[in-house]
């Protein structure tokens, strides 16, 4: 199950450097999570200031 990035996301950025498999890329307005590449690892989650990253 791969995590996907909420509206609460703020476009920091401090999720994409804590992503071992660099899955996390900066969008239109917010990041994003390719889904193939995630390994559900929850780093993102437990970086993210507001919480936006969340297990799908």
Known sequence: MAYVIT????????????????????GDPIYVIDADSCIDCGNCAGTCPVGAPQAE
């Not at 996301?9 to 992503?19: K, L, V």
């Open 7 to 26: 509206d609460e996301c703020i476009g920091c950025g401090a999720c994409e450097d804590q992503c071992p498999v660099s899955c996390i890329s900066a």
